[in-house]
């Protein structure tokens, strides 16, 4: 019976062999699609790849184009270096073909724009077998850059008696060892018959300059100095800057009017000084109204910046933020420029903003000496309604306020300082435009502090936004 098989068994192998036959047919048939779009599959690796490196050149090259370019132009010389750093980003990719490259630029919200699109090719391994012989591919990149803008520099400088203080701790000890207690370097005329006569050179201030004594005016000038000659080398291009100084106590100075030569302007900073106490010693010498009103008709507009024909206007205000105003009877209606000072340099207080103040004010009132001593705003609204009518004509304000230093052995500042001395930095800041209030205790220094301020008004980094 087994013999009467074997033909059956034979036939049944060769039909499974004819069968093993046709899934191997259809099996090859299926794999050439699958080949293919395995083959797809990688040449879109490889295309994104390729977009990668493309993106990431691009990027390089807008970060190299806009921190070389001053303007929206883009000068030739610029988008050749935009193009090289695009080129060399990319480096030696023989599967790209970069068909075009373009840079552009504009001003954006006052910062310069680069925008970079690229389109390229790169060529499949199995795509032709889909008739996609070539990947097309495109992109863009965009960088922005603060314009290093024109601007015009106003230096306010508090010189009023207060800061004729040590300029340290240490200095604050020594002078006052050397003056039997008092922490301030007074500067005093000497009179006869009530009338000046002259230099007292027995005062504090000639003492303290005697024995090598540091006083905050001191470190003012020093600072001002500096920092017109900090701005003079950083200047993008000539004429860049314009820089003027004026000092007030009861009084605005002139110093140096505004000039676009800054080696000027930081030579005339040597004449910064202490301001002359009132041979009466009747105090009531710092005055932001009179101050802020002669400041807003001297700097009266603000530009863009983006040619020297449109500077943005900085007004710069250093000051212990205590302020010291007649009131009520209180002398200071009639106040005239010492007369020791040249007239043509210093102005009494204007009609509009006389320190003559009434009793209806908020703040410290000494009504032995008709002294309202207060703070920034809370004494009178002039200063800080001007301060905000400047802020909206677009003038930036930077306010460096240098740490009124408790005395507590001493009874005006225990009486009147000292209660509103937390609100002295406060009140300060509410005039100070966004990110440009700053504080320097006695440990810092006025010097930094300063270059810190200008730095932070004209400086900032290229970023990409794209």
């Known amino acids: ?3 009467s098989l074997k033909p059956l068994i034979k036939g049944f192998l060769a039909f499974r062999n004819d069968l093993s036959g046709n899934i191997g047919m259809i099996f090859a048939f299926a794999l050439l699609p699958a080949i293919g779009l395995i083959g797809l599959a990688d040449d879109f690796a490889t295309g994104i790849m390729a977009k990668r490196r493309l993106d990431a050149a691009a990027d390089a090259a807008v970060l190299h184009a806009v921190s070389k370019s001053s303007n ?5 010389t ?4 935009g193009r090289a750093s695009f080129d060399a980003q990319l480096g030696n990719a023989s599967n790209i073909t970069v068909v075009s490259v373009s840079l552009t630029s504009g001003y954006v919200d006052g910062n310069l724009q680069v925008t970079l699109k690229y389109r390229a090719t ?15 591919l495109s992109g863009s990149a965009v960088a922005v850059a603060p314009i290093p803008a024109y601007a015009n520099f106003y230096l306010l400088l508090d010189n009023s008696p207060s800061m004729g203080i040590g300029a340290t701790v240490d200095d604050i000890t020594q002078l006052q060892s050397l003056t039997g207690g008092c922490a301030f370097a007074c500067h005093e005329h000497t009179s006869s018959s009530g009338r000046i006569t002259g230099d007292n050179t027995s005062d504090n201030y000639h003492i303290a300059k005697n024995n090598n004594v540091v006083t905050r005016i001191d470190v003012e000038r020093i600072a001002a100095q500096h920092l017109f000659d900090s701005a003079t080398a950083n200047q993008q291009y000539p004429n860049q800057y314009n820089a003027a100084i004026y000092t007030f106590s009861d009084v605005l100075q002139t ?4 000039s676009s030569n800054l080696s000027d302007v930081a030579s005339q900073a040597q004449n910064i000084d202490l301001a002359y106490s009132y041979f009466d010693h009747r105090d009531t010498q710092t005055s932001y109204d009179t101050a802020f009103s002669y400041m807003s008709n001297i700097i009266t507009q603000s530009g863009n910046g983006l040619t020297s024909s449109s500077p943005i206007s900085y007004l710069f205000v250093v000051t212990d933020g205590v302020q010291d105003e007649p009131v009520g009877t209180g002398s200071g209606s009639n106040n005239k420029p010492d007369k020791w000072v040249s007239p043509s340099t210093q102005t009494s207080p204007p009609g509009t903003a006389s320190p003559n103040l009434s009793n209806t004010l908020t703040g410290n009132f000494n009504s032995n000496s008709h ?3 207060s703070t920034f705003s809370s004494g009178s ?6 301060c905000q009518s400047m802020k909206a004509q677009g003038i930036k304000i930077a306010i460096l306020y240098t740490t009124y230093l408790p005395i507590n052995n001493d009874n005006t500042y225990k009486s009147y300082v000292a ?9 300060l800041q509410g005039c100070a435009s966004p990110n440009l209030f700053f504080t320097v205790t006695p440990s810092q220094g006025i010097d930094d502090a300063m270059k810190a301020m200008f730095k932070a008004a004209t400086s900032g980094l290229p970023r990409l936004t794209q």
Do not use: E
């Not at 790169?122 to 097309?136: E, K």
């Open 72 to 76: 929206p132009n883009l000068d030739q």
């Open 122 to 136: 790169v060529p499949t391994n199995f795509g032709s077998l889909f008739q996609v012989p070539t990947l097309f």
């Open 78 to 81: 610029t988008q050749d270096a």
């Open 255 to 258: 110093i140096a009017t505004l």
């Open 1 to 3: 019976m087994l013999a």
């Open 419 to 427: 209660p509103i001395s937390s609100k002295i930095p406060t009140d």
């Open 371 to 373: 002294r309202l001593i």
């Open 381 to 386: 609204s002039i200063a800080l309604s001007q």
